[in-house]
C-alpha cells in the first residue's frame, strides 16, 4: 500500500471511529446563523434565474462596493482574534487557524481551503476578497461556530488526509454539528475529494466550491451522499470556466432533479469575484439540514467569542481529551 493510500485509509477510520453521537446528521433543527447586526451585504441583481432559483446570474458588482460594505463592517464590529495551534495527521504536524469558542461543542464547523501560492492567512485577512472573510469570522463566532483555516500539503491525496484528519478531529467534540468546506481555485479540486470520499456516516454536509473546475467525476457519487454543493463562479474567470460549470450543474439536475446544487454565475466575474460576492448567510442557512428558511433576527457579535485555550492533550490510551480545555 502507498503510502498516501495509507493515509487517507487512516482519515477514513477516523471519520467512521467517530462517538456514535456524532454520526448524528442534523443539529437542533431551530438553528440557523443569523446575520450580524449593522451588517450591509452588497445588493446582488439577478440577471437570469431557473431551476427553482438554483442557477443564477447575477449582475457584477463592483469590488469598492463590496470593500466599502466590509469595511463599515469591520469599524462597527470588532475583530475576532485567531488562535494559531498544530495539528499531527500522517506523520506530519501542520498549522491552522481557528475562530470560535474552542472551549466548548459548536453548532457548526466551517473549514477554508485556501488556492495556490497560498496559505491558512488567506482564510482569516481582513481584506481578503473584498472583506468578506472579515465577515465569516465574525459571523462564526457570533453563531456559536467554529472556523478553520489549515495549512497543508499541496493539492493531493496527502492534504485531503490533513483536512479529513482535522474535520474528525473537530467534529468529534461537537456531535450532530454540520461541517461545510469552502474552497478557492486550486482547492477546489480537494472539496470534490471530500465530497466524494464522504459516506453517509461523514460530518461533512456541504462544499462551497469558488473559481475552481468542476469534477465530473461527482456525477458517480450523487447518490450515495447528497451534499450540497454551491458553485460561484465568474464569467471572466481565467482559471476555471462558468460554462464547464453550467453544463456540469445541468448533468447533475438531469441526473438527479431534486439534487440540492446551486450555481452562481457572476456576469463580468474574475477569478475572486465569487468568494466576496457570495452571502454567507444566505447559502450557509441553505446548507444547514432541517427547515431551510435563512435569516432571522440579527446578532450582535459582543461577547462571541471564548478565551484562547491550547490544544488538548493526549490520555494515556493515546485519545485526546473530549474537552478542548480541560485536564481530565
Not at 442534523?26 to 446575520?35: G, K, L, N, T, Y
Not at 473549514?111 to 465569516?136: M, P, T
Not at 456525477?219 to 453544463?247: E, M, Q, R
Request: glycine residues 10%; hydrophobic residues 40%; charged residues 20%.
Amino acid at each position: 500500500m502507498s503510502r498516501h493510500a495509507l493515509w487517507i485509509g487512516l482519515a477514513a477510520v477516523m471519520l467512521l471511529a467517530l462517538p456514535a453521537a456524532a454520526k448524528v446528521k442534523h443539529p437542533p433543527m431551530s438553528f440557523r446563523f443569523q446575520a450580524l447586526a449593522g451588517d450591509t451585504f452588497p445588493e446582488l441583481t439577478i440577471l437570469e434565474s431557473d431551476f427553482g432559483g438554483d442557477r443564477v446570474r447575477f449582475a457584477y458588482v463592483p469590488a469598492a462596493v463590496s470593500e466599502q460594505s466590509a469595511q463599515a463592517l469591520i469599524a462597527s464590529v470588532p475583530a475576532v482574534p485567531p488562535q494559531e495551534l498544530t495539528f499531527q495527521e500522517g506523520g506530519r504536524t501542520f498549522k491552522y487557524s481557528a475562530v470560535g469558542d474552542l472551549t466548548r461543542p459548536a453548532k457548526a464547523i466551517v473549514v477554508y481551503v485556501h488556492g495556490f501560492a497560498a496559505d491558512r492567512s488567506q482564510g482569516i485577512g481582513e481584506k481578503q476578497f473584498g472583506g468578506n472573510f472579515a465577515r465569516l469570522t465574525r459571523l462564526i463566532a457570533a453563531n456559536d461556530a467554529i472556523y478553520l483555516s489549515p495549512d497543508f500539503s499541496g493539492f493531493g491525496r496527502e492534504a485531503e488526509a490533513e483536512i479529513g484528519g482535522l474535520i474528525a478531529d473537530y467534529a468529534g467534540r461537537s456531535p450532530g454539528a454540520p461541517v461545510f468546506v469552502a474552497c478557492v481555485s486550486y482547492g477546489g479540486s480537494l472539496c470534490w475529494r471530500l465530497a466524494e470520499d464522504a459516506g453517509s456516516s461523514s460530518p461533512l454536509r456541504g462544499i462551497l466550491v469558488f473559481g475552481a473546475p468542476v469534477d465530473r467525476a461527482f456525477l458517480k457519487h450523487i447518490g450515495a451522499n447528497p451534499l450540497h454543493v454551491y458553485v460561484g463562479i465568474g464569467t471572466k474567470d481565467a482559471f476555471a470556466s462558468w460554462k464547464s460549470a453550467d453544463d456540469f450543474f445541468r448533468d447533475v439536475k438531469n441526473a438527479a432533479d431534486g439534487y440540492p446544487i446551486r450555481l452562481a454565475i457572476f456576469d463580468q466575474g474574475e477569478h475572486a469575484t465569487a468568494v466576496r460576492l457570495t452571502d454567507w448567510v444566505e447559502v450557509l442557512n441553505w446548507m444547514v439540514p432541517g427547515d431551510n428558511n435563512a435569516g432571522g433576527q440579527p446578532v450582535t457579535p459582543a461577547a462571541a467569542t471564548g478565551q484562547p485555550c491550547p490544544r488538548p492533550r493526549p490520555s494515556p490510551q493515546g485519545r485526546t481529551l473530549p474537552s478542548y480545555c480541560g485536564t481530565q
